[in-house]
């Protein structure tokens, strides 16, 4: 299996939560901004914590919590833009980011899953 950070799926959830971590770096409402770079550091650090476990499952299983975590991500995002924290261009990209990076993340699962078998 590859290293974690071979994964292209990582890179860009990695690159996406640094972004955001830049991007809230000046926002004021420290109880969102907390919630939300948690959630995106949670995606990159679920795939890492997965792929550094045996067995597959286990992999799977975390790989799984990253994708869970993805989608209270574009929760946090489509609030943040209602709320005026997050620019909607940026927001919106951030949104097609994460829904690409959870597609990512089934087809790596599914990948996983029939190797095992």
């Given amino acids: 299996?590859?290293?974690f950070e071979d994964l292209a799926v990582?890179?860009?959830s990695a690159r996406l939560s640094a972004d955001l971590y830049k991007s809230l770096r000046d926002l004021k409402d420290f109880g969102f901004c907390d919630?939300?770079?948690?959630?995106?550091l949670s995606i990159p650090s679920n795939i890492a914590e997965g792929y550094?476990?045996?067995p597959a499952k286990e992999t799977t299983n975390f790989l799984n919590?990253?994708?869970g975590s993805a989608g209270e991500f574009r929760t946090q995002i489509y609030i943040g833009i209602d709320i005026g924290y997050i620019e909607r261009d940026t927001g919106?990209?951030?949104i097609k980011e994460a829904e690409?990076?959870?597609r990512m993340l089934h087809g790596l699962m599914q990948t996983?899953?029939?190797?095992k078998n």
Avoid at 35 to 40: K, L, M, P, S, V
Avoid at 112 to 115: E, F, G, H, S
């Fill in 10 to 12: 990582w890179k860009r």
């Fill in 100 to 102: 690409e990076i959870s």
């Fill in 112 to 115: 996983i899953r029939t190797q």
């Fill in 52 to 54: 550094e476990r045996e």
């Fill in 65 to 67: 919590y990253a994708k």
């Fill in 35 to 40: 919630q939300i770079t948690r959630a995106g």
């Fill in 1 to 3: 299996m590859a290293r």
């Fill in 92 to 94: 919106m990209q951030w």
